[in-house]
Nanobody, 118 residues
Framework: QVQLVESGGGLVQPGESLRLSCEAS????????VAWYRQAPGKQRELVAS???????VYLDSVKARFTISRDNVKSTVLLQMNNLKPEDTAAYYC????????????WGQGTQVTVSS
């Protein structure tokens, strides 16, 4: 059984930091591209950051220089370090694993809520 389990969300004030973690089980994690998506109420889900098996990284423009994605293939974990959080970062964040990002299918976590508010 494949599982992606996210953790680390919460309520923070603008300018603060959070680190999201996603631990995978039931898949050969190292061969997958893994990514973080987010979805705010009333908005479409958007790609925040992704990292391929080879370590190639892509970021959403609005999070560049503030967010850092990393992976640990030994622990089957992908992290998202989020610094200098802004109210517009408020969303449910989802972990996703796919052999090729953008193809149908793949695996999703259940989501973790990030709320940035003063």
């Amino acid at each position: 059984q494949v599982q992606l389990v996210e953790s680390g969300g919460g309520l923070v004030q603008p300018g603060e930091s959070l680190r999201l973690s996603c631990e995978a089980s039931g898949i050969a994690f190292s061969i997958f591209t893994v990514a973080w998506y987010r979805q705010a109420p009333g908005k479409q889900r958007e790609l925040v950051a992704s990292i391929t098996q080879g370590g190639n990284i892509v970021y959403l423009d609005s999070v560049k220089a503030r967010f850092t994605i990393s992976r640990d293939n030994v622990k089957s974990t992908v992290l998202l370090q989020m610094n200098n959080l802004k109210p517009e970062d408020t969303a449910a964040y989802y972990c996703h694993a796919n052999l090729v990002l953008g193809r149908p299918g793949g695996y999703w976590g259940q989501g973790t809520q990030v709320t940035v508010s003063s």
